[in-house]
């Protein structure tokens, strides 16, 4: 392996050829600041256009000034990251960027985790010497993201995940000069455009561009009102996520606590998204060995391989870019909408209470399920199945607006009958996770036996695409799994184009699957941090006593009570959905 | 933006010249170069064609129409006028000549006017830069232009009595 030796700040360093000054002195324990550049390890995402120019260094006997980030390092280099010129240079560009900048921290929604901000402080800026024209930009709000691109910094981050991660191609740096800025096509709004909401722009945007509605305020109305039944369901990723807006590590579980603060708020009933995962295994789980079993048969009109369809993002996806395919997809419902559909009817019997007394409000790692809860579909007569949807950052809002200390609350249990859950429903918050739940299930229904084990470790990990084949007692399913919307997007070309063997494939938009979520607290780039999740989320689901969907005894009564069997009528009314050509 | 339904045989142009570069995303500036020449100009649903045929996103595509000042997404006029801002011209008065057009003929750059006759534009160099100021009508080059010439060569066009073969005056 070629190697190379230099000097970073007087210290000498010998680094693998290739190697940029960032990444050569963070390995020495000197962390250059960056504003546009982000680099999520094992996932292959980074963004590095060199565009900010915070990270410039010197480098002894070169004429300017390099940018860390994008320079590689040379046998014998000499670089000081904190020269007067260097420092000089930094906070003249910081000050630039900062002159066009609105310097309303106190009141942006970004405050206290705004990139630009720390910036600000770690340089010790404390005047802006340039004082010139600034941009203004109308502001755009979509059901799901607005974007204030007054706010924008051009670190162009947004595009990369939107273009290159993504692959939807909604967001582009428009205009040149001073007034380029990141726009959707035509300057049009976003929910002109075929924006999936993944909210992925939103979990990487270093400042207060681009963000999620805000709906707390709608939150705290519906509390408030004596005259509502106000019921809160919340995500499997949440839990694993919450703690960290409240300082605690990365990766801990906070089950307990979170159902705590949510009857503290004065929900009526804490319930959890959970048992409506379980839910969707048992419809999805049938669909797919219906499917199966007609194929094997040799009925030429069943499809395969049959996909997931619990995330909205991904939903939109392909009815924007694969329309031609909408009948591929499981017809089953998200968890997020199958439990406000069982929460109007079902719950709403047993409370003896009109659909429209009942608030039914999600707590996502989401941005895309605030627009998912107002698909005409999802509604009967005008009321939504699920009212409010806010994510876990909000969520965090809301404990400490309503002076709740997260940390010292007490662990608590959901209530019943829609707050029991497996362990399947839990692992529906990474990626994996729903298909590995759906294999525990469907090989027990398929075989009439017990699994021989519950982990499943080959279809586990952070691969953007992986594949696994499942003996199901004498017949191998071929299963995919792919997060991110390019990797389904790979995965989407192999069945149009024939080559697809797999049985069933799993596709989460956001990269980990909701754990990276566009709504979880933000990463800031640490890709660790997203690992620590998945792993919190795969320890709660081998904390739990009952790991398979079907066994869940609340699971059963519904079944027993009120839909029948799985895909029933009943069912099919009440929990799957179809999908739409947007392409027109 | 006015919606503008593209005929069958415009969809048919530009899909073939998509295909002409092998409807590559690299080809996206070429690919605009050419149908901007057969259309005069590139809007919103020439666009959207072009993004389909070279799988990209719209947005990429009006990123680089309104990156390079060539392109332009308003109908040019019949005659289309260019004014050379380049260093030479600048300096021997191209911007009087420019105020001078826009004022005869009532629009701003990038404009066309209400008949739809002429359209006004700048450009940096056309490489004739002894002949400064130069400006251009059409594939037509009008060197040494005093801003007192403007009426006149207005007037040309509009009466339809200027020959097409390029010569300088």
């Known amino acids: 392996m070629d190697t190379v030796s230099l000097i970073i700040d007087n210290k000498p360093v010998v680094v693998k050829k290739g190697t940029t000054i960032l990444e050569a002195a963070s390995g020495i ?121 007054d706010k924008c910094i051009m670190c162009r981050r947004c595009e990369m995940m939107c273009n290159e991660v993504q692959t939807v191609g909604v967001l582009s740096a428009i205009n040149r000069g001073f007034d380029s800025v990141v726009s959707p096509a035509f300057e049009m709004n976003l929910d ?25 305020g709608k939150v705290i109305h519906a509390l408030s009102d004596k005259t509502k039944t106000v019921i809160v369901q919340t995500a499997p990723a949440v839990r694993a996520a919450l703690g960290e807006e409240f300082g605690m590590e990365a990766g801990t ?45 040799g009925d030429k009109d069943v499809k395969l391989p049959i996909l997931t369809s619990c995330c909205p993002a991904w939903v939109k996806f392909f009815e924007h ?28 019997e047993k409370l003896k209470i009109k659909r429209e007394d009942l608030v039914v409000v999600s707590i996502m790692p989401c941005v895309a399920k605030k627009y998912e809860c107002g698909r005409d579909e999802f509604k009967v007569n005008g009321n939504p199945d699920v009212d409010l949807v806010i994510t876990t950052r909000e969520l965090a809002a809301l404990i400490k607006l309503s002076n709740i200390d997260f940390k010292s609350l007490p662990n608590e249990e959901f209530d019943n009958p829609l707050g029991e859950s497996s362990g399947a429903g839990v692992i529906f918050g990474t990626t994996g996770g729903v298909i590995e739940a759906a294999v525990r299930t469907a090989y027990e229904i398929h075989t009439k036996k017990e699994l021989p084990r519950l982990d499943f470790d080959e279809l586990r990990g952070m691969e953007g695409i992986r594949e696994a084949t499942i003996d199901f007692d004498g017949l191998p399913i071929k299963i995919g799994i792919a997060h991110g919307l390019g990797n389904a997007r790979k995965l989407l070309e192999d069945i149009q184009a024939g080559k697809s063997e797999f049985h069933a494939i799993e596709i989460m938009s956001c990269p980990g699957g909701c754990i990276g979520g566009g709504g979880q607290p933000y990463h800031h780039g640490n890709a660790d941090i997203l690992k620590k999740r998945q792993m919190a989320i795969y320890q709660e689901d081998s904390n739990k006593s009952i790991r398979k969907s079907h066994e869940n005894p609340y699971i059963i009564k519904l079944y027993e009570e009120f839909l029948g069997e799985p895909m029933s009528e009943k069912a099919h009314h009440l929990l799957h959905t179809k999908y739409f050509d947007r392409t027109e | 933006m006015p919606e503008i339904k593209l005929a069958e045989n415009t969809i048919q142009l530009i899909i073939d010249i998509c295909a002409e570069f092998e409807n590559k995303e690299s080809e996206l500036i070429n690919v605009l170069h050419k149908v901007q020449g057969k259309l005069g100009y590139l809007p919103a649903e020439v666009q959207e064609v072009i993004a389909k045929e070279l799988k990209i996103g719209v947005a990429r595509v009006y990123g680089v129409v309104t990156f390079y000042s060539f392109f332009t997404m308003i109908p040019q006029g019949e005659f289309p006028i260019s004014i050379c801002m380049g260093t030479a011209c600048y300096v021997r008065g191209a911007e009087q000549v420019l105020a001078e057009f826009k004022r005869q003929l009532k629009v701003e ?33 009008f060197g040494r232009v005093a801003p007192s010439q403007v009426k006149e060569i207005i007037e040309e066009y509009r009466e339809g009595c200027v020959v097409d073969d390029p010569k300088t005056v």
Do not use: W
């Open chain 1, 253 to 297: 579980l906070v089950t307990g606590k979170l159902v705590a603060a949510l009857r503290r708020l004065g929900f009526d009933h804490i319930f959890d998204t959970d048992f409506a995962a379980d839910l969707t295994i048992m419809e999805e789980g049938t669909e797919l060995l219906n499917r199966l079993g007609k194929h094997l048969a």
């Open chain 2, 109 to 141: 750059v990038g404009e066309s006017t209400g008949d739809g006759k002429f359209s006004i534009n700048c450009l940096r160099c056309v490489g004739a830069c002894g002949l400064a100021p130069v400006i251009t009508v059409g594939g037509k080059v």
């Open chain 1, 29 to 149: 324990g000197v962390h250059v600041p960056t504003l546009c550049h982000m680099k999520l390890d094992d996932l292959n995402i980074e963004n590095k256009p060199g565009g900010c120019r915070i990270c410039v260094v010197e480098v002894e006997g070169r004429r300017n000034l390099a940018p860390a980030c994008c320079t590689d390092v040379n046998e014998g280099m000499e670089v000081s990251t904190h020269s007067l010129r260097a420092i000089n240079a930094r906070r003249t560009v910081l000050e630039l960027i900062l002159s066009d900048h609105p310097a309303d921290c106190l009141i942006c929604a970004k405050s206290g985790n705004c990139d630009l901000q720390d910036m600000a402080h770690q340089l010790g800026t404390r005047e802006i010497h340039y004082k010139g024209e600034q941009s203004h930009y109308r502001k755009d709000t979509s059901p799901a993201i607005i974007r204030e691109i």
């Open chain 1, 192 to 216: 002109h455009s075929e924006c999936t909401y993944c909210g992925q722009c939103v979990a990487v945007c270093p400042t207060g561009a681009l963000t999620e509605v805000d709906h707390t």
């Open chain 1, 321 to 348: 870019q694969f329309p031609e395919m909408k009948d591929i997809p499981s017809t089953a419902r998200s968890p997020q909408q199958m439990f406000g559909s069982i929460a109007k009817t079902y719950f709403a």
